[in-house]
């Protein structure tokens, strides 16, 4: 195992609902790693001032909203994938230098192969919402091989500046009915469904045979989800990303795999 980071830390405004220290102490324990997640709440204008403190500490962790592309821009160092991302959601130290990669990527691979298996290397993906989730996604899909995403948004500009980042194999979509033209995966990165049961996309607009991946996780699912599910879509919501990325996090912390099932168990 890698030597110990001086702390392990989640920066997030607000964190109080982060399900992260759950699962990712429960990871520790199973390891008999001695140290502690603790998930800091650090205001915008307090970010840099934290960073130096936790760099003198040597600490190690992870970054959530709203925070993952303002850590970006601190790091020292970055993975390729967290420059592709222009964010970064896990951190580490060396000799005193802040690097950054971004695990989420890795998050949204791990939920397309479950859902897709080898298909996801033709496939047809619909992409609702143009945030640091989207890029998370645009930067899995283009590791797919033959993957191509049309990419739908409210703010149109968004979406097109997002795009531009990414190669020819994303298209902006005028609408969410053209988005979802024969889709084979129809993914929900905005907050739509987090606070209440609304659906990002009438469950009856979907193509038959799409697998339905919501970013969004809630305790029991998302309405979104169960109504995909019952309708004949597999369908996964974002806890399954949410433990992957926790998981990846904790391999570049440790150099070791964490014990997924008891972080798994920590969440139910
Ligand atoms: P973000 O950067 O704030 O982007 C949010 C996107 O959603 C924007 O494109 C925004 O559109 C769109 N949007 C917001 N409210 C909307 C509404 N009412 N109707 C339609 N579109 C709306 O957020 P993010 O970091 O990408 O995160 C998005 C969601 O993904 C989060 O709420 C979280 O639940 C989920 N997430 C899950 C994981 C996981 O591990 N499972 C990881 C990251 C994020 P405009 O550009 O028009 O404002």
């Not at 003198?56 to 991302?85: F, M, W, Y």
């Amino acid at each position: 195992m890698s030597d110990l980071p001086g702390r392990l830390v989640l920066l997030g405004h607000p964190v109080s609902h982060s399900l992260s220290p759950r699962f990712q102490n429960a990871a520790l324990r199973a390891a008999g790693i001695p140290l502690v997640y603790e998930a800091l709440d650090v205001a915008p204008e307090a970010l840099a001032a934290t960073l130096a403190d936790l760099a003198r500490q040597d600490a190690s962790g992870n970054v959530t909203i709203p925070h993952k592309e303002a850590v970006a821009e601190l790091c020292t160092r970055r993975s390729a994938l967290a420059d592709r991302c222009g964010a970064v959601n896990t951190f580490w130290h060396e000799d005193g230098a802040l690097v950054g990669d971004n695990t989420d990527v890795g998050g949204v691979d791990a939920i397309a192969h479950a859902l897709l298996g080898d298909a996801r290397t033709t496939a047809r993906v619909a992409l609702l919402g143009a945030g640091g989730s989207a890029a998370a996604v645009l930067a899995a899909a283009e590791r797919w091989g033959a993957a191509r995403v049309r990419l739908y948004n409210r703010n149109m500009e968004r979406a097109r500046a997002l795009a531009s980042r990414f190669d020819a194999s994303v298209d902006v979509a005028p609408s969410v009915e053209a988005a979802l033209d024969g889709a084979t995966l129809v993914v929900n990165a905005t907050p739509v469904g987090l606070r209440d049961d609304a659906h990002p996309v009438a469950v009856d607009l979907l193509p038959t045979g799409a697998a339905v991946f919501d970013l969004v996780y809630r305790s029991g699912e998302t309405a979104w989800v169960r109504a995909a599910r019952n309708a004949g879509h597999r369908a996964a919501d974002g806890e399954g990303m949410l433990v992957e990325q926790g998981a990846l996090s904790f391999e570049r912390w440790f150099g070791i795999e964490p014990d997924r099932n008891a972080m798994w168990s920590a969440l139910h």
